[in-house]
């Protein structure tokens, strides 16, 4: 009968010791589990969306590309007056598409250009489309001469994000030209 219990006794060790170790293993891989990132961008000329796919492609991300449904003018100074109008109204035009199941990113990266010392309007429509609470949202910028509170403005309006410092390119470039001299300073900052 003692050996009937002591046996009884040890299968059901035997059985919590398991699920013991199966949860904390599963505790552990969730650690370890790399963080999905996602940059999402949004690029007029090309500058930002050459250093957008430049980290996507050294991080193994996902990319999405903020676009706004009407498009803006390909002529500099028409594009500028256009943004400018748009920037003055405080206005959330509508953009193409969203992210599909935002909620799977743990990371996600908000490129943009300065304009008129800020970021382009669409950006705000994309953050407030998609749920970014809990995620960390990294800004990083490109302009021409300062960022002005572009890194700020983003992270102002992604209040339940955790955030990691920004980083500003400045170029006076264009249409990505030069781009390839700046993937140094990407690096750095990555790393
Ligand atoms: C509408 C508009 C507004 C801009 N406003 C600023 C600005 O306020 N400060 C600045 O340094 N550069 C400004 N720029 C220059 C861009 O920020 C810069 O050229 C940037 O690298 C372009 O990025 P993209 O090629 O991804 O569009 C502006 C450009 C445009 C088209």
Redesign the pocket.
């Known amino acids: 009968m003692k050996k009937v219990i002591a046996l009884e006794a040890l299968a059901l060790l035997s059985v919590v010791g398991l699920n013991a170790c199966t949860a904390s293993q599963k505790e552990t891989n969730e650690m370890n589990k790399d963080p999905k990132i996602l940059v999402a961008y949004f ?7 050459d250093a957008a796919q430049y980290i996507a492609q050294k991080l193994g991300a996902d990319e999405f590309e903020v676009i706004r449904e009407k498009d803006y003018p390909a002529d ?1 100074q028409a ?2 007056e256009d ?1 400018k109008t748009e920037k003055e109204a405080d206005e959330r035009p509508a953009i193409k598409g969203a992210v599909e199941n935002i909620d799977q990113y743990d990371v996600v990266f908000i490129g943009v ?5 800020t970021a382009p309007m669409p950006v705000f429509t994309f953050i407030e489309q998609h749920d970014l609470k809990g995620k960390t949202v990294i800004p990083f910028c ?5 960022e ?1 509170e572009t890194l700020n403005d983003i992270v102002k309006a992604t209040p339940d994000s955790e955030h990691r410092d920004g980083l500003t390119i400045v ?1 006076q470039e ?3 030209k030069g781009m390839g001299e700046k993937h140094g300073q990407i690096d750095e900052w990555l790393a």
């Open positions: 690029s007029w000329s090309g500058n930002t969306r500099y594009c500028t943004a250009p300065v304009w008129w010392y490109t302009c021409y001469t300062a002005y170029t264009m249409g990505g």
